[in-house]
Nanobody
Framework: EVQLQASGGGLVRAGDSLRLSCTAS????????IAWFRQAPGKEREGVSL????????EYADSVKGRLSITSDYAKNMVYLQMNNLTPEDTAVYYC??????????????????????WGNGTQVTVSS
């Protein structure tokens, strides 16, 4: 079983940067892919980015490519989501999730919820214009 804790959200201005952190704990962490999802008010949850702790493969939704970067610190069992040049459209609750399998949502280019077995709490990101 895996426990996930997301942190790092906050209120920022358009154009600012923010780094989200996901702390993972449990057994066999390195066999999991860790993904970030977000849900804006009135919208469905969407996959933003994913990293495979097994082989380092990364994946990004088309809407965030070039602005977001996902990395993993194996020693600390943490996954980071560096978000640059934020816009009000990035305002959402961000969740980290883990799964031993992962799938691509071909409508967005980002990770699909299918395959995610464990979910952490959310962290609010608010971007003002």
């Amino acid at each position: 079983e895996v426990q996930l804790q997301a942190s790092g959200g906050g209120l920022v201005r358009a154009g600012d940067s923010l780094r989200l952190s996901c702390t993972a704990s449990g057994t066999n962490i390195d066999v999991y892919a860790i993904a970030w999802f977000r849900q804006a008010p009135g919208k469905e949850r969407e996959g933003v980015s994913l990293i495979s702790r097994h082989d380092g493969t990364t994946e990004y939704a088309d809407s965030v490519k070039g602005r977001l970067s996902i990395t993993s610190d194996y020693a600390k069992n943490m996954v980071y989501l560096q978000m640059n040049n934020l816009t009000p459209e990035d305002t959402a609750v961000y969740y980290c999730a883990a799964g031993t399998e992962y799938y691509t949502d071909y409508t967005t280019g980002g990770p699909h919820e299918a395959g995610m077995e464990y979910w952490g709490n959310g962290t609010q990101v608010t971007v003002s214009s």
